[in-house]
């Protein structure tokens, strides 16, 4: 197995952005082995906006995405497919010390 991670985080005032890449390369597992090497790869990008100050509000928007090797070869099952996915997400913050 081969596994790779790359992520890189910053800010730009008043954003926070944070990026996450990972790949592997794998042949299945113990008890059903796969026939050829697959590669699974995955990345998220996320970027925040917090207003208000310590106690104030944060609105957060998020997107990712898994590509599969197998997904239209027909060769093997594939282990997650090509998935996309949007979060948007509303918090609260506050400073406890």
Not at 1 to 23: E, H, K, N
Not at 30 to 42: D, F, H, N, W
Request: aromatic share 12%.
């Amino acid at each position: 197995m081969d596994i790779r991670c790359y992520w890189a985080s910053g800010q730009i005032v008043p954003f926070v952005y944070f990026a996450l890449a990972t790949a592997t390369r794998h042949l299945g597992q113990y008890g059903a082995p796969l026939k050829e090497v697959e590669r699974v790869t995955s990345v998220m990008l996320e970027c925040s906006y917090k207003f208000g100050g310590d106690y104030g509000w944060r609105v957060s928007l998020s997107r990712a995405a898994d590509f599969d090797s197998a997904v239209g070869s027909g060769a093997q099952v594939p282990l997650l497919g090509c998935n996309r996915g949007v979060m948007v997400s509303v918090s609260k913050t506050w400073k406890l010390l």
